[in-house]
């Protein structure tokens, strides 16, 4: 069940396998790279860049394209919506997560988030649109004002690449470029709270150099069609109001185990549930050095690898072995030629270097080679003329 970074490692090499079947199902036919997301919610990236077919990524391997509503594990089926069932001698959970408000009121109804392609979609378009909103006198010019909520990753991201789109848009804009602003807001006391605090300053001083308004220690209170509303009081405009500030499992599969708050379900180390469901990813939450192991690609990735092992094993009536995690780092952008990347032992590298390093590792993950190249190319192009040559537009 499903066909993201998980569920596509485990098919991968299970297919390898001659005697035995593997079916993948998916709601959607492509396996989506969320990491560059925030490129094509900011007009960097075309949306068929980040997606790749499934069937094309597990050739051999059987798909279904379909969304799972329900898990019957006492007749060994899957349920889809089209009432349709699939039967499995083992089961492998790796449907992700998805956006969660933490119950804060007007994020679900005046906020945009950032988990899918539609989603993205509509980011860029509201971002770009809003400019020939406000050029034509429909909509106030503290429209072009954006605020992202949530300084993690994806925050920090998105926030430094609407920074270098409002500027680059003097050129087609230049009565009213100025009146644009992003300012990035977070409850805790730093940005990326899950990296090193050094990191952290450099992150947030690299924003602020790019003109990103950073304000720390400011939980949401609630938010309304163009305002929101901090806990001390303070009140921030805009057109565009983007919620990073969190992701959960899906509330579907919660009745298949023990859960913890994001929705996630515990599972041994043998990657299994009490009843002998596999749950990788996102999804799943397995306990590594006393946190649960961070719902991030990698995890999903090895997870993936592992599972695939094990059902291997439980066909040659062999033990199961416990999963173990290498921990590989974590990094983030910010902007173009800017970002922290952290390796584990304790290196930590800023600026030029560190963004190089997340271009070459973003490229290298990400699915099929017309993607790699025509990414390569975006990105040149972005480089070499972001600011004085044309960015993507929205088609309607
Ligand atoms: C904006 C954004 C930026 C991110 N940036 C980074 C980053 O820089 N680095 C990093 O390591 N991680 C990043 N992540 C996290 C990373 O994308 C996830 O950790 C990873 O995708 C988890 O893999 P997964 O296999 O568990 O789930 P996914 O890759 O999300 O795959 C789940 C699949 O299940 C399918 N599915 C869900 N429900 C059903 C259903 N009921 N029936 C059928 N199919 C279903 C979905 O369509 C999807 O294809 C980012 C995430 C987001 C949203």
């Known amino acids: 069940m499903g066909a993201g970074f998980g569920g596509l490692a485990a098919a991968r090499k299970l297919s390898q396998q001659k005697d035995i079947n593997v ?9 989506l790279f969320s990491p560059l997301l925030y490129q094509v919610a900011t007009g960097g990236l075309p949306e068929d860049d980040i997606a790749y077919p ?12 379909g969304e799972v509503t329900k898990v019957n594990s006492n007749s060994n089926s899957i349920t889809l919506a089209d009432q349709s069932t699939i039967e499995y001698d083992q089961l492998v959970l790796a449907t992700g997560s998805t956006g969660t408000t933490f119950g804060v009121p007007g994020v679900q109804e005046n906020a945009l988030q950032m988990k899918s392609i539609l989603e993205a979609r509509v980011i860029k378009k509201q971002l770009l649109g809003m400019y020939e909103e406000v050029e034509a006198g429909h909509k106030p010019k503290e429209s072009l004002k ?36 992003v300012t990035l807001v977070e409850a805790g006391p730093r940005v990326l709270p899950m990296f090193h605090e050094k990191s952290s300053k450099h992150a947030q001083s690299e924003l602020e150099d790019i003109g990103v308004v950073v304000k720390t220690n400011s939980a949401v209170d609630r938010m309304y069609e163009t305002d929101v509303h901090l806990k001390g009081g303070e009140i921030l405009s805009g057109g565009t109001l983007i919620w990073a500030a969190g992701v959960a499992a899906y509330q579907t599969w919660t009745s298949l185990g023990e859960t913890d708050r994001s929705n996630r379900i ?10 002998g469901i596999f749950v990788i990813g996102d999804g799943a939450h397995l306990q590594f050095k006393g946190n649960p192991l961070p719902m991030i690609a990698p995890v999903a990735l090895q997870m993936g690898k592992h599972v695939a092992k094990q059902i291997m094993s439980l066909k040659n009536n062999k033990p199961l072995r416990p999963f173990k995690y290498t921990d590989k780092g974590q990094m983030a952008t910010i902007g173009r030629r800017r970002a922290v990347v952290e390796m584990p032992g304790g290196l930590r590298m800023h600026g030029t270097i560190a963004w190089l390093t997340w271009l070459a590792l973003h490229v290298f993950y990400l699915a099929g080679g017309r993607n790699r190249i025509s990414v390569i190319a975006d990105w040149m192009w972005n480089y070499i003329a972001w600011g004085v040559g044309p960015r993507r537009t929205v088609i309607d």
């Open 266 to 275: 515990k599972i041994d180390e043998n990657l299994q549930t009490s009843a």
């Open 23 to 31: 079916t993948v199902v998916d709601k959607h036919p492509y396996q």
């Open 54 to 65: 499934v069937r094309a990524a597990i050739p051999g391997v059987s798909f279904r394209k």
């Open 146 to 181: 954006v605020v992202v909520i949530g300084a993690g990753p994806t925050g920090v991201e998105v926030s430094g690449a609407v920074a270098e789109l409002q500027k680059s848009m003097k050129h087609e804009f230049p009565n009213i470029y100025k009146m644009a602003s």
